[in-house]
């Protein structure tokens, strides 16, 4: 999705964020920009686009496949406590999702209580936060039991 875009009638910068569940499909949606970049060098001549990309997150299902200890432990503390959690893959990136890929750390997300993330109606419900703490209390509590 786009992030940013600023520009004057000479000059754009615009930042675009690329998420997927796997790494090959990542590099096909960045093939992809690359192409259209030397497409619209070809419609404009003189004009130039510089496309960099970068990694900064990836997927963790694959640290997860591998070290299922996390998710394991986050759904039976759910089920402990009788909360119907979702075992989903989310393409978003997460420091969890860092601390997977680069210390190969599982760490599955949980609720927070939040809606609306990263928009401008962003908000909390406080009972889903306590319910999240209530949580991450039994994980610990499990994980100390093993």
Not at 45 to 54: E, F, H, I, R, W
Not at 68 to 94: C, H, Q, S
Request: include cysteine.
């Amino acid at each position: 999705c786009a992030h940013t875009i600023e520009g004057s009638i000479r000059h754009v910068d615009l930042t675009v964020y690329l998420r997927d569940f796997d790494l090959e499909n990542l590099d096909r949606r960045i093939t992809v920009l690359k192409d259209l970049a030397r497409t619209i060098e070809g419609l404009h001549p003189g004009g130039k686009v510089d496309l960099q990309a970068k990694h900064v997150y990836y997927n963790m299902a694959q640290v997860a496949k591998d070290k299922p200890i996390a998710l394991d432990t986050l759904l039976a503390a759910g089920k402990a406590l009788g909360f119907e959690l979702k075992d989903e893959v989310i393409r978003g990136g997460t420091d969890g999702s860092r601390m997977a890929n680069e210390a190969g750390i599982p760490c599955p997300n949980i609720f927070t209580g939040g809606h609306n993330l990263h928009s401008l109606y962003e908000w909390a419900a406080l009972p889903a936060m306590v319910d999240a703490t209530r949580l991450i209390l039994k994980i610990i509590e499990l994980g100390a039991a093993s």
